[in-house]
């Protein structure tokens, strides 16, 4: 089916809703680009939007294609394949798309530059690469056979020819390298080493970041000269999990499925300090407390509302109850070696200590090798606060 046609009207209102999202206007070589990408052509025939609910509104083009063209240019995620009844594929805002580039330092490219994507999906994102630094600057790669195919077909047909590469983000593309920029469009919780080893000194790695806590924030690192790199994380983007070909992951036990001795007190922190929707407080206890997950049980077979808490690699597991009645102390139980609500305690107090400070005020160093260090700058200082080890 052809697609309909967008009109001037749809690309200026994209174009200002861009610019309100962003507070400053967008610069003319990012504008020029949104303006020459036509990101219909890059969506398929039906689409789903958030409804602000948990769940998604669909959108279909050969039943109303008024509509399907209007939300393809709304600022807004869209999302383009379920698996399993889960989303596994989106249309990133175009915002965010900009908002990137932005941090990657393509806002006015005044150079030659090479150029990797990470993840090709509909392949607007490369489409947008292609017209802002040519076809020959940009290599996408993507694990999805389907995606892949999809996407290198939407670039042709809409007249971009980047090198589409079918095959896993995490080891890169190495016979193009050295890349001055590169540029995920999933999240990770932890940089890569091939991401590393193929950025010129000097060079851009941007990427949205997710910890098993908090699915928040993107890195902007700047590579060293010895292999190393340091950056900060900027408060925007959730994005889908780089997903992997032969996952390793594995789930925890929980705590329905251990009848073990546990470790039970009364604490004072309340669960929803933690885990209530405070992005500057969730963030800090998932990049301080790695591994370590949370869900909400509120169907009230073990207390009105409970927080369960688990080492997605381990054994460890917490419940924290609220007896529906006292807000000022919970009922915590503790198994495993990890003492999982005391760590999340830990990590809480000294968010509270250094002032609340918000994502933009935490960073991370990577050593040549591959050691990382998160690290916050508040209360007149540096102060690291987690090491961890690529794995």
Request: with cysteine; charged share 20%; proline share 8%.
């Amino acid at each position: 089916m052809r697609a309909p046609a967008a009109t001037v009207a749809h690309v200026q209102h994209l174009l200002a809703q861009v610019n309100q999202f962003l507070k400053d206007p967008v610069p003319p070589a990012l504008e020029r680009a949104l303006r020459t990408v036509p990101r219909h052509r890059f969506l398929p025939d039906r689409i789903w939007r958030s409804d602000g609910q948990g769940g998604y509104d669909p959108f279909d083009r050969a039943s109303d294609p008024g509509r399907w063209l209007d939300a393809a240019y709304s600022d807004a995620p869209l999302v383009t394949q379920f698996t399993d009844d889960l989303p596994t594929s989106s249309a990133s805002m175009p915002s965010m798309v900009l908002r990137t580039l932005l941090l990657a330092g393509l806002g006015a490219p005044s150079r030659a530059l090479n150029v990797m994507e990470l993840g090709t999906a509909t392949g607007f994102n490369s489409a947008v690469l292609c017209a802002l630094l040519g076809d020959q600057a940009v290599t996408t790669i993507e694990l999805d056979t389907t995606l892949a195919e999809q996407g290198e077909r939407n670039l042709r047909a809409a007249g971009y020819t980047p090198k589409v590469i079918r095959g896993d983000a995490a080891d890169g593309w190495p016979d193009d390298a050295p890349y001055d920029v590169i540029l995920a469009t999933f999240s990770v919780d932890r940089i890569p080493p091939a991401w590393m080893a193929q950025t010129v000194p000097g060079g851009r790695i941007v990427t949205p970041w997710n910890s098993a806590w908090c699915c928040y924030g993107t890195l902007a690192l700047t590579a060293g000269q010895d292999g190393s790199a340091q950056g900060r994380f900027h408060p925007f983007a959730s994005y889908m999990p780089m997903r992997r070909p032969h996952p390793t992951t594995r789930d925890a036990p929980g705590p329905a499925a251990t009848d073990r001795p546990t470790h039970s007190t009364t604490s004072m922190l309340s669960p929803w300090a933690v885990a209530g929707g405070d992005l500057d407080a969730e963030f800090h206890v998932g990049l301080t407390v790695p591994g370590t997950s949370f869900a909400w049980d509120t169907s009230g077979d073990h207390a009105p509302v409970r927080l369960e808490v688990a080492d997605g690699m381990g054994p460890s597991w917490a419940t924290v109850d609220y007896d529906g009645h006292h807000s000022d102390r919970f009922v915590v139980a503790q198994y495993g070696p990890r003492q999982l609500w005391d760590e999340i305690g830990a990590a809480y107090d000294r968010w509270h200590t250094l002032g609340r400070p918000g994502v933009d005020q935490h960073g991370l160093t990577i050593d040549a090798t591959g050691t990382h260090t998160a690290w916050v700058e508040a209360a007149g200082g540096r102060h690291t606060v987690q090491v961890a080890r690529s794995r």
